[in-house]
């Protein structure tokens, strides 16, 4: 009697245990989360420790929760992703698990707040051997007169979601009282190389113009540049690859991020060219670019002025110029060119 006693209690044990192993499922989890809505939300955020701030459990809202299921890759653990939403879909969070032994384990989150426009998209790419992206793209900031789409790779490992590539892929700033407006799309190619292995090449194009008038090209100017990406299975991050750009990663970046200082640095042979040939109105363009660039670094300490803004400017303007390359001088010889600029159109 005590043997089928003991047998029976453990059986119960292990019947506890598959059902307690069961409750981790991502698919349970999920059907947890459509169950109780919000409220069962902010249980689960509590449960794994998740410190987010979306509006999904703002309100005693229905969720909808969507597995996703990584295709199987060998030498990699069986993954899946939950993407919870609610009605309106405009903020987004994916839940990452993984198994290991028979057992889920949550790995992190990614959280995708105010997609007002569209459904985030995603992919999954194999990078190299043991190592699987989730690439999102996904609305990165919007506005009067503000978009920005980017693509944002993402890679987890040692159970953290770490981001190692992120792109800007179209957006415009217009109409926000800088001294030019623009706007820029990219191109992206995955590319596959016994040599150089994996790579991402980025193709830009920029526009920039006068305020106001973004789509005329008679009152601006346009660019092309290419950026590469190579994986360093080493050190497991994506590199720049300069003997193939023509940019590096932040003036990638500074398409969305650069203030005028930043711009004139950048774009300071279009500038040049302008300012030698362009039209009275486009000369008067570049002057204040001029202006406000120096208004912006005025904050700068002595040493630290942008060499590019102290670069001499066409002789049609000051044929004996000194241009001074530090700190200070370099305001001072950039305020007296531009501020006489009446005298030169």
């Given at each position: 009697?005590?043997?089928v006693?003991?047998?029976?209690?453990?059986?119960?044990?292990?019947?506890?245990?598959?059902?307690?192993?069961?409750l981790?499922?991502?698919?349970?989890?999920?059907e947890?989360?459509?169950?109780?809505?919000?409220?069962?939300?902010?249980?689960?955020w509590?449960?794994?420790g998740?410190?987010?701030e979306?509006?999904?459990?703002?309100?005693d809202?229905?969720?909808?929760?969507?597995?996703?299921?990584l295709?199987?890759?060998?030498?990699?653990?069986?993954?899946?992703?939950?993407?919870?939403?609610?009605g309106?879909?405009?903020?987004?969070?994916?839940?990452?698990?993984e198994?290991?032994?028979?057992?889920?384990?949550?790995?992190?989150?990614?959280?995708?707040?105010c997609?007002?426009?569209?459904?985030?998209?995603?992919?999954?790419?194999?990078?190299?051997?043991?190592?699987?992206?989730?690439?999102?793209?996904?609305?990165?900031?919007s506005?009067?007169?503000?978009?920005?789409?980017e693509?944002?790779?993402?890679?987890?490992?040692?159970?953290?979601?770490n981001?190692?590539?992120?792109?800007?892929?179209?957006?415009?700033?217009?109409?926000?009282?800088?001294?030019?407006?623009?706007?820029?799309?990219?191109?992206?190619?995955?590319?596959?190389?016994s040599?150089?292995?994996f790579?991402?090449?980025?193709?830009?194009?920029?526009?920039?113009?006068?305020?106001?008038h973004?789509?005329e090209?008679?009152?601006?100017?346009?660019?092309?540049?290419?950026?590469?990406?190579?994986?360093d299975?080493?050190?497991?991050?994506f590199?720049?690859?300069?003997?193939?750009?023509?940019?590096?990663?932040?003036?990638?970046?500074?398409?969305?991020?650069?203030?005028?200082?930043?711009?004139?640095?950048?774009?300071?042979?279009?500038?040049k060219?302008?300012?030698?040939?362009?039209?009275?109105s486009?000369?008067?363009?570049?002057?204040?670019?001029?202006?406000?660039?120096i208004?912006g670094?005025?904050?700068?300490?002595?040493?630290?002025?942008?060499?590019?803004?102290?670069?001499?400017?066409?002789k049609?303007?000051?044929p004996?110029c000194?241009a001074f390359?530090?700190?200070?001088m370099?305001?001072?010889?950039?305020?007296f060119?531009t501020?006489?600029k009446g005298?030169?159109?």
């Amino acid at each position: 009697m005590a043997k089928v006693l003991m047998t029976g209690i453990a059986l119960v044990c292990v019947c506890v245990a598959i059902w307690a192993i069961d409750l981790t499922r991502p698919r349970r989890i999920a059907e947890r989360v459509e169950r109780a809505g919000a409220f069962g939300l902010r249980e689960l955020w509590a449960d794994l420790g998740i410190a987010a701030e979306l509006d999904l459990t703002n309100a005693d809202r229905r969720l909808s929760a969507e597995i996703m299921a990584l295709p199987a890759v060998p030498g990699r653990r069986l993954c899946e992703i939950i993407a919870v939403t609610d009605g309106i879909r405009w903020d987004w969070q994916y839940l990452v698990f993984e198994r290991e032994y028979g057992v889920w384990r949550f790995v992190g989150h990614i959280d995708l707040p105010c997609q007002k426009y569209e459904k985030p998209t995603f992919r999954f790419v194999v990078i190299a051997p043991g190592v699987y992206c989730m690439v999102i793209r996904s609305l990165a900031g919007s506005g009067t007169g503000l978009l920005k789409y980017e693509e944002a790779w993402y890679e987890w490992k040692a159970g953290r979601i770490n981001e190692i590539l992120n792109i800007p892929i179209e957006g415009h700033v217009v109409g926000w009282g800088m001294a030019f407006d623009r706007k820029f799309r990219s191109e992206i190619t995955e590319e596959r190389d016994s040599a150089e292995g994996f790579s991402v090449l980025v193709r830009l194009h920029e526009t920039y113009s006068q305020p106001e008038h973004i789509d005329e090209p008679d009152f601006g100017f346009s660019e092309n540049h290419t950026i590469v990406f190579t994986w360093d299975s080493a050190k497991r991050q994506f590199r720049n690859d300069p003997a193939r750009s023509d940019m590096a990663p932040h003036e990638l970046q500074g398409v969305w991020d650069d203030g005028t200082p930043e711009f004139a640095v950048r774009h300071l042979e279009h500038i040049k060219k302008i300012l030698d040939s362009g039209t009275p109105s486009m000369r008067q363009w570049c002057f204040n670019i001029l202006d406000e660039a120096i208004k912006g670094t005025t904050g700068l300490s002595p040493g630290s002025c942008p060499r590019g803004l102290s670069y001499a400017l066409p002789k049609m303007c000051f044929p004996g110029c000194i241009a001074f390359w530090t700190g200070e001088m370099c305001l001072i010889s950039l305020w007296f060119i531009t501020s006489s600029k009446g005298t030169h159109l």
